[in-house]
């Protein structure tokens, strides 16, 4: 008789977290999304975050990158801070989100975050970092030398607002063990979207 308590017991326990996952994942679904900022841009070593174009640099700076852009490589690395709003009564949560990173609708690179992420409900916000780290040269090996050496600038705004950049993502929770993952692929850029 204990026996069947016991598994009683252990089958409501499994039920009610289930539910309680599906109901944050049905939030989660209803959040809206954005990117708040870009932050610490820097281009093989230099920070650029503000400046408009390759003409801003000063000359040592200048070379350093043009030295760096010979020698095969233009590492361009800076910080996506993506805001997530909740409007729903409850916690919205993920436990993982996979995204792809684009500048100028052309994807840089895709990652994911394991990182368990909650969005408190009425309304709360949270904000998830992406540290981007990527070769330019690798990427767009068609451009030409000063196409590539301006491409990075002007990312964002005076207010680290993302004027050329996007973010595509889809966010997966966990139900009962197993991974449940949205629907699809849905563009996140500076104005809060809803995911579906």
Known sequence: MKTTHVFLLLFAVTVLSACTALQQMAALAKCQFKIDSIKNTSLAGVKIQGLRNFQSLSVTDAARATTSLLGGKLPLDFTMNVAVKNPNAMTAAMTRMDWEA??????????????????????????LPLNISVNLKQIFNTLTRDQLLSLPFGLADAQDKPTRVALRMKPTIEVATRPLTYPGWFTVKRDFTAGS
Do not use: F
């Open 102 to 127: 684009l500048i100028d609708d052309s994807k840089l690179l895709g990652g994911t975050v394991t990182d368990r992420v909650e969005v408190p409900g009425n309304g709360g916000t949270a904000t």
